[in-house]
């Protein structure tokens, strides 16, 4: 099934969002065999603080997301947001973290694509669907 811009992809987030902060983390940890982080940005227009669910692969003391969208052809909101303003919090259970956001380049990027890709293979999809090349982000903890 191509669920490509499936708008009820958006509410099975939105929804797991929640249930991540109400239960501290104990329902929804877990998605598509990688563990999940609750990121909370600055927006770059608004300054108001955003708050998104992302799969993340661990990396040494660090965490590694990845800034698909879906496969849209623009960056989600969160990267934008961490371009303008990287240094952000992390929520991985009940346990919070500041970190900076960093662009993975080169021979490290690619290390990492092909380590998330090996545990969801929806990430090599997401890069047929776009043109854009998509960011692979390290959230260094301070």
Not at 11 to 36: A, C, D, E, Q
């Amino acid at each position: 099934m191509k669920t490509k811009h499936n708008p009820l992809i958006k509410l099975f987030w939105r929804l797991h969002l929640k249930l991540y902060l109400w239960s501290n983390g104990r329902i929804g940890n877990t998605m598509r065999g990688l563990p999940v982080l609750i990121l909370t940005t600055k927006g770059k227009q608004t300054g108001l603080l955003r708050t998104k669910a992302l799969m993340y692969l661990p990396y040494g003391k660090d965490f590694v997301v990845i800034a698909s969208n879906l496969g849209k052809e623009n960056h989600p909101g969160w990267w934008i947001n961490l371009t303008a303003e990287p240094h952000a919090t992390v929520q991985i259970g009940g346990s919070q973290y500041s970190v900076r956001a960093r662009e993975a380049q080169d021979e490290e990027r690619e290390t990492l694509w092909k380590a998330l890709a090996e545990k969801s293979s929806d990430y090599e999809q997401y890069r047929t669907w776009t043109s854009r090349r998509i960011p692979v982000v390290i959230l260094e903890k301070q």
